[in-house]
C-alpha cells in the first residue's frame, strides 16, 4: 500500500490522535528564547469527498515572506491567551475565519525560519469557507491544495541552499498547484504533518 492510500483513514480523530500519539513521543526539542514568538494556523477542510489543507498567499505589504505562501498566522501578542488563540485571532484578522468555525485538532513541534521566527503549528479542521474577508495589507489570495496532491511524492522536491551561517541546505518545494509555490517553512510544516499523518516518510532538513 502507498502512502497515500492511507488517505482513507483521515478523519478529525484520526488526525487528533496521531498528533497526540506524536507529541507523546517525540523528544522535546529545545529552540532557544531568540526568536520572536508566533503561531499559524494549518487548517483542513473537506470538499466533497477530498480532504484540503488552506493556504493563503502574504501580499507585498507585509514585512516579512513578501509574496510568499503560507498559512494564516502571526506573532503571539500580550493578550493572547497561549498559541491556538493567537493562530485563530490571525486568521480571523486576516481572512475574515470566524473562531465558532475552527475546530482545534492538535499542535505540532516548534519551527524555526530563517527570519527568526519559532512558529507553532496548530492544526484544526474548518468548515470549507463560503468566502473570506481578506485583510489585503496582509494578504493577497486565499486558496488550498487537495491532500492526495500533497502526498504524492512526484509533486515535491528539495534543491540545495545557503543558510546564512554559510552552510549549503536542502529545503522543500512543491510543484505549482494553481498558479502558487509552496515552499520553505510552510512546505517543510506540510510535510511533516504529512508525516505525522502517515501518508509520508520524508527527512525533514534542518536548513538553519
Not at 24 to 31: G, L
Not at 51 to 79: C, M
Not at 85 to 97: P, Q
Request: hydrophobic letters at 40%.
Amino acid at each position: 500500500m502507498s502512502s497515500c492510500d492511507s488517505l482513507k483513514l483521515i478523519t478529525d480523530a484520526y488526525i487528533a490522535s496521531c498528533l497526540q500519539q506524536y507529541g507523546s513521543q517525540s523528544a522535546a526539542v529545545t529552540i532557544g528564547n531568540n526568536g520572536k514568538k508566533a503561531a499559524v494556523l494549518v487548517p483542513f477542510f473537506r470538499r466533497g469527498e477530498e480532504w484540503h489543507i488552506l493556504y493563503t498567499r502574504r501580499s507585498e505589504a507585509v514585512n516579512d515572506h513578501k509574496g510568499q505562501v503560507s498559512f494564516p498566522g502571526g506573532a503571539i501578542e500580550r493578550g493572547d491567551k497561549n498559541p491556538s488563540a493567537a493562530a485563530m485571532r490571525e486568521a480571523y484578522e486576516e481572512i475574515g475565519l470566524e473562531l465558532k468555525a475552527i475546530q482545534i485538532l492538535g499542535v505540532m513541534e516548534e519551527f524555526q525560519t530563517v527570519t527568526n521566527f519559532i512558529d507553532q503549528p496548530i492544526v484544526a479542521r474548518i468548515e470549507e469557507p463560503h468566502g473570506y474577508r481578506i485583510n489585503p495589507g496582509e494578504v493577497a489570495r486565499v486558496f488550498s491544495i487537495p491532500l492526495q496532491w500533497l502526498c504524492d511524492p512526484e509533486n515535491f522536491y528539495t534543491r540545495e541552499w545557503l543558510n546564512p551561517a554559510g552552510n549549503f541546505r536542502p529545503v522543500f518545494y512543491f510543484k505549482p498547484y494553481d498558479g502558487e509555490t509552496l515552499w520553505g517553512i510552510s512546505a517543510i510544516i506540510t510535510v511533516q504533518l504529512m508525516n505525522i499523518l502517515g501518508l509520508t516518510h520524508k527527512e525533514i532538513p534542518n536548513y538553519l
